[in-house]
């Protein structure tokens, strides 16, 4: 009997070692496991595709599906690729981001905090989008640290007391701690690759905050990761930087190729205009090296399609 027990104790291990993990995972992705099998079709097999017709996203969406939910909510937005968007709705989208966040979609939660935050398609409510973007974070989402970054930034943007005020320190503190806090969940955003954080610690570096000492290097070097991401406004700080000197050396070279990149993605006649004027105060060999960065960047740079459509990934 003994030599029975010992024979089956390695399988009496994986089965103990099995019961373990489905319940930790059930547990991680907050599925009752009896619908953990679901669950990992949804995040794993299902072939589910961002071009997929309305229709057909639609029907999955209103069967439950929280992929086809979040798809069908941004491609309702004018963050969805050209191509794809079905109309530019704040309310639909909003509709089907929550549903897709209830749904327990890592992005999903993320933005419907935006939304919450600023009021987009529904009235603004703090609270709610203090909770989504911790259930966001919590699981790890990028953007979800940087919306508790942003709700972090706007609750010290709320205190301004008085400085006659008898609790003017006090409230200067509270300020201070919460500015730390927020850029402690930006560093937690950058450093898995979200733009916006990345350019909220390139600005913080530039003016100087709690916890980060002015240093306009370590600025430059956050707006460029932010830029290498598609983020326009990190490019036109590049540009300008470089080309005045202002809180980076002068670089016309760099800032020939910010502008060019600039003008690639968005395509603005004031950007042509202050091209053109760069131009005329440099070399010649000057503006070909410009040029030939500016293709260098353009190729790290993702696309347009490609950025939209990453916008789709749960974890992104």
Known sequence: MRRKLLRLRPYF???????????????QWEVPIAQLPNELHDRYVSELKAEAKPAELLRLAEAGNAQAQYIYALRHTKYAPSDLQIRDDVGVAFQWTQKA???????????????YLRGLGTA?????AKVWANRAADKSQPM??????????????AINPAKD?????????????????SYEQY?????????????????????????LP????????????????????????????????????KDLQQAYAWRLVLIEIEDSPDDDMKLSQLAKTMKLEDVQAGQELAIKLLKDIPPEGS???????PAR
């Open 101 to 115: 966040a209830e749904n327990r979609h890592p992005r999903a939660m993320a933005v419907l905090s935006l939304y």
């Open 307 to 313: 950025d939209a459509l990453a916008r789709l990934n």
């Open 165 to 181: 005020s008898p609790d003017y320190k006090v409230r200067q503190n509270e300020r201070a701690e919460l500015l730390k806090r």
């Open 187 to 211: 560093l937690l955003g950058a450093n898995a690759g979200d733009r916006h954080s990345l350019r909220e610690l390139a600005l913080a570096y530039e003016t100087g905050q709690p916890g």
């Open 13 to 27: 291990i994986a089965a103990a070692v099995g019961t373990i993990l489905v319940v930790d995972l059930s547990n």
């Open 144 to 157: 979800g640290y940087r919306m508790l970054g942003d709700i972090a930034a706007a609750e010290a943007k």
């Open 124 to 128: 603004k409510d703090l609270a709610k």
């Open 214 to 249: 002015q240093n306009y290097r370590l600025a430059v070097d956050y707006y460029t990761r932010s830029a290498m991401r598609r983020d326009p406004v990190s490019i036109r700080t590049l540009a300008d930087r470089y080309e005045s000197g202002e809180k980076s050396p």
